[in-house]
């Protein structure tokens, strides 16, 4: 969200609560009690989506980060692994098998 429309869903926000608090003379000229508070309810809402996705795309990228460094301690087999449960913990790709190897080389 820009700085601008961050200041704008701030500004109608304060308005609804300073209409919820009683101070019905801090109303801009013309703008009634319902449009107040229906435009300060959506701009709430606004900033706390705006909030809630920065808090859950900071918890992603964090638990991205310790899932790789788990990862990063794996040992590194040294001997061929199949396709099987092994295979999910193994940090390279495991070795092809069934149909892959009856294609081309060039063919994958």
Known sequence: M???TRKKYLQAARVMLHMLEGHHSRLPKGKTL???LAEGIAAAQALGFDAVGKEERAKGAAEAAARFE????LPVPTHPVGRGIEALYVPF???SCGIERS???GDM
């Open 2 to 4: 820009d700085q601008r």
């Open 34 to 36: 319902q449009a107040a």
């Open 70 to 73: 788990v990862l990063k301690a």
């Open 93 to 95: 790709p495991a070795p």
């Open 103 to 105: 294609l081309p080389r």
